[in-house]
C-alpha cells in the first residue's frame, strides 16, 4: 500500500483514494501507522506496529541467524593439502616399518642358515667352496691377520727394517710376526737335499733369520752367506752348512761389510773349508751364460736400485733351454719367481763370481 502525507488523499494498489486523517478530535496530530503486507526479497511479511525497532515478539518480519564462514577458498584448499600430506606421510612410514621387517627376517634367515651350514676346512670362508680355493683363502687370510698383529705390537720391534720386510715380502710375514718371542738361535736345515739341486733359501727362515749378523737379524743382512749355503748344499749334497753356520764363518773372517753383507773376497780366499773354490770374471751375458753350467753356480753382488733398493746378493743356479737364467734371490721370493736375460743380470753387478765343488775345478782360477 502506498500513502500520503498530511491528511492528503493517497490510493492504494487498486487506485482507489483512501482518506487518511492528520487530526484527531482533540486537535492531535495522529501517529501514522503502517500496517499491511511487505514484499521483500526474502517474500511476503506483515509489518509491524512501527517503522523502527526489532520486529520479534511485534508482529514485523523475523531476522534469521546464521553462521559466517570466514575461511577463504585457498585456506580451504591449505587445509585439504595439508591432510594429503599427512596421509603420504602416514603411508611411508608403514612401508618404512614393513620393509624393516622384511629385512630383519631375511637377516635372521641367514644368520640361522650361516649357524647351521659352515666351510668344514674354514669357517672363514663361505660354505660351498672347495677344498682348494678355502685353502688358498685360508693362507691369505692367515697373512693378513698377523700383518695386523705386526701393526699392532710395532713397538716391540727394536729394529724397523722387520716391519719393512713384512710390507714388501709377504712370505716373511710369518717369521716378523714371531720375531718378538722368537728364540733367538739357529736351527739345523733338516730338509733332504739333492747334490746337483740347489735348494731354495731365504734371509727370514725361522731356522735362521733371528740370528745376528752385521748387528742386525740375519734376515734383512744375511743375502751373502744364505746365497752362498745354496751353492754349498747344491754342490756337496750336504744340508749340514746353513745361512747361520755360513754367517758366522764370515763374520770369524772378518769379511762382513756394510752394504751387501758379505764381501766378495770372502769367496775368493775362504771356500777351502767348505770344500769350494770360486773363480771370478767380469760380469758380461757372455762370460755368465758360460761359466753357468750343471756343476758351477754363479753368485752376484748387485748393486742398489738394480734387482731391489738394496745392495745384495744373489745366485745364479742354471741357464734355461731359451737361454734365461733361473735366480734365487734370498730377500725377494718375487725376484726368484721368473726367470732373467742373462744382460739385465749382468749388468747388475761388475763380477761374477763363478762357485764349483773343489775337486771338480782347478780352484781360485779367475779368468777375464
Known amino acids: 500500500m502506498a500513502y500520503g502525507d498530511r491528511g492528503k488523499l493517497s490510493h492504494t494498489d487498486s487506485g482507489r483514494p483512501v482518506n487518511l486523517p492528520s487530526h484527531n478530535q482533540y486537535g492531535t496530530r495522529l501517529r501514522t501507522t503502517l500496517e499491511g503486507t511487505y514484499h521483500g526479497p526474502r517474500g511476503t511479511a506483515k509489518r509491524g506496529n512501527g517503522l523502527r525497532g526489532p520486529s520479534r515478539g511485534r508482529g514485523g518480519y523475523p531476522l534469521r541467524e546464521r553462521n559466517i564462514n570466514f575461511q577463504s577458498g585457498r585456506a580451504r584448499k591449505v587445509s585439504d593439502n595439508r591432510r594429503l600430506l599427512i596421509l603420504a606421510a602416514l603411508a611411508l612410514v608403514l612401508v618404512i616399518l614393513i620393509v624393516v621387517g622384511i629385512s630383519s627376517c631375511m637377516r635372521g634367515s641367514a644368520a640361522n642358515q650361516d649357524t647351521t651350514s659352515t666351510n668344514p676346512v ?16 685360508a693362507v691369505e687370510l692367515n697373512r693378513y691377520e698377523k700383518l695386523a698383529s705386526i701393526a699392532a705390537n710395532a713397538d716391540k720391534y727394536s729394529d724397523q727394517g722387520l716391519l719393512e720386510l713384512a710390507l714388501s715380502e709377504p712370505d716373511a710375514i710369518d717369521f716378523v710376526a714371531a720375531y718378538p718371542d722368537a728364540e733367538k738361535d739357529a736351527q739345523p736345515y733338516g730338509d733332504a737335499v739333492t747334490k746337483g ?18 748387528g742386525r737379524p740375519l734376515a734383512l743382512t744375511g743375502s751373502g752367506p744364505t746365497a752362498l749355503s745354496m751353492a754349498y748344499m747344491g754342490l756337496t749334497g750336504k744340508n749340514d752348512r746353513t745361512p747361520a753356520d755360513i754367517a758366522e764363518l764370515v763374520t770369524t773372517a772378518e769379511k762382513t761389510n756394510e752394504t751387501s753383507g758379505m764381501s766378495g773376497s770372502f769367496l775368493e780366499e775362504s771356500l777351502a773349508d767348505l770344500g769350494l773354490s770360486c773363480s771370478t770374471s767380469t760380469s758380461n751375458a757372455d762370460n755368465l751364460s758360460q761359466v753357468l753350467d750343471t756343476d758351477t753356480y754363479v753368485l752376484l753382488e748387485t748393486t742398489a736400485g738394480s734387482l731391489t733398493d738394496t745392495a745384495h746378493w744373489v745366485i745364479a743356479v742354471s741357464e734355461n733351454e731359451d737361454g734365461s737364467i733361473a735366480v734365487f734371490d734370498p730377500t725377494s721370493s718375487q725376484i726368484s719367481a721368473h726367470p732373467w736375460d742373462p744382460a739385465t743380470l749382468a749388468s747388475c753387478t761388475t763380477t761374477l763370481y763363478a762357485v764349483s765343488a773343489a775337486d771338480a775345478s782347478g780352484g781360485g782360477e779367475t779368468s777375464e
Open 197 to 214: 739341486a740347489a735348494p731354495e733359501l731365504y734371509c727370514w727362515d725361522a731356522r735362521w733369520g733371528s740370528v745376528t749378523y752385521v
Open 122 to 137: 674354514d669357517t672363514r670362508v663361505a660354505s660351498g667352496v672347495d677344498e682348494e680355493l678355502t685353502g688358498e683363502f
